[in-house]
């Protein structure tokens, strides 16, 4: 690990938006929040894009039966409903016009036709998709791995400083709820991001609520 290490920790969402994005841009590890409860209606299966013009959401149906305590890196995808085609169906139909969809689309439907057994080797394949595409390439560690034991903020603080971290990277929102004292305790600097990238690109009329690939498929010019 470097001297200076700057981390950012969140769970792997399904499709994310460009913020996600751009904090791990701006990162040197990202650690795949994998060990903490699966939330339902939350963003970890589900994200938005344009539906027949206007803002509407995209949701991966998963096993429920006994998960409702379960992590997210054993959720699992409930392959007897038929959403796969349905995605491909909304992707062709809702974006066929924009500059990008061939360039995209097709790469996204055929990571969707996989049909993977768990949540997170979907989200993790999408996410990579983008990065790889954007050449943003980061070290990826699981939470899992780390052998942790503090839940919540603490959670959070345990990660870093097994990571030797100086830096942690984190949403505007974040503000709201953790701790700034206990970081400055640990030497370790917060960072909260303001997302300047996607203020940069408002000129191409996307909502800041949708996934990231809704903006690749109007512009390549993101980063």
């Known amino acids: 690990m470097s001297k200076n290490l700057i981390v950012f920790i969140h769970q792997p969402d399904f499709l994310p938006w460009i913020g996600f994005?751009?904090?791990l841009k701006v990162s040197d590890v990202y650690v795949v929040?994998?060990?903490?409860?699966?939330?339902?209606?939350g963003w970890i299966n589900?994200?938005?894009?344009?539906?027949?013009?206007?803002?509407g959401w995209l949701t991966v149906p998963v096993k429920s039966k006994g998960n409702y305590k379960e992590i997210i890196k054993n959720i699992k995808i409930d392959h007897d409903i038929n959403w796969v085609e349905d995605f491909v169906k909304i992707f062709v139909h809702n974006y066929n016009k924009f500059p990008h969809y061939k360039t995209h689309v097709p790469n996204i439907c055929n990571i969707l036709k996989k049909k993977q057994k768990y949540l997170i080797d979907l989200n993790l394949e999408l996410i990579e998709y983008v990065t790889n595409y954007f050449k943003i390439k980061?070290?990826?560690?699981f939470s899992s791995s780390l052998n942790l034991s503090k839940l919540k903020?603490?959670?959070?603080?345990?990660?870093?400083?097994?990571?030797?971290a100086t830096e942690y990277v984190t949403g505007m929102g974040s503000k709201n709820y953790l701790d700034e004292n206990v970081f400055k305790k640990e030497n370790i600097k917060l960072n909260f991001y303001d997302n300047s990238t996607q203020k940069e690109n408002s000129k191409f009329n996307f909502r800041e609520d949708l996934s990231?690939?809704?903006?690749?498929?109007?512009?390549?010019?993101?980063?």
């Open 21 to 23: 994005f751009e904090k």
């Open 33 to 41: 929040l994998d060990d903490v409860q699966f939330i339902r209606r």
């Open 46 to 55: 589900r994200d938005k894009i344009i539906i027949n013009n206007n803002p």
């Open 138 to 141: 980061k070290e990826m560690i």
């Open 153 to 164: 903020d603490e959670k959070i603080i345990e990660i870093l400083k097994k990571l030797n």
């Open 212 to 223: 990231i690939f809704d903006l690749m498929l109007r512009t390549n010019k993101i980063f």
